[in-house]
């Protein structure tokens, strides 16, 4: 069964940080690229950071340098690291493929930025 769990997520201060999880079944993670994605309140889910199976990486203009995202294959998880968080970076977060046809969604995990 293709499933995506993400963990992590929360309130914190502006400037602060926060540590995302996300285990995906076998069928999903493999060697895809993987994502992190995320909606805010009244916007579109976007594409905040994908990663390869190799290790490459690339991030939406609005998080890099403040952001990281990495995967342990062996544990079929990817992470994302979010320093100097901004209240901007509200939003519900959720993982998936990089690539079409995208998995069913997970639940996703709450990110709260407070002011």
């Known amino acids: 069964q293709e499933q995506l769990v993400e963990s992590g997520g929360g309130l914190v201060q502006a400037g602060g940080s926060l540590r995302l999880s996300c285990v995906a079944s076998a069928s999903i993670f493999s060697l895809n690229p993987m994502g992190w994605y995320r909606q805010a309140p009244g916007k579109q889910r976007e594409l905040v950071a994908a990663?390869?199976?190799?290790?490459?990486?690339k991030y939406g203009d609005s998080v890099k340098n403040r952001f990281t995202i990495s995967r342990d294959n062996a544990k079929n998880t990817v992470y994302l690291q979010m320093n100097s968080l901004k209240p901007e970076d509200t939003a519900v977060y959720y993982c998936n493929l990089d690539q079409w046809p995208l998995s069913s969604w997970g639940q996703g995990t709450q990110v709260t930025v407070s002011s």
């Open positions: 990663i390869t199976s190799s290790g490459s990486t």
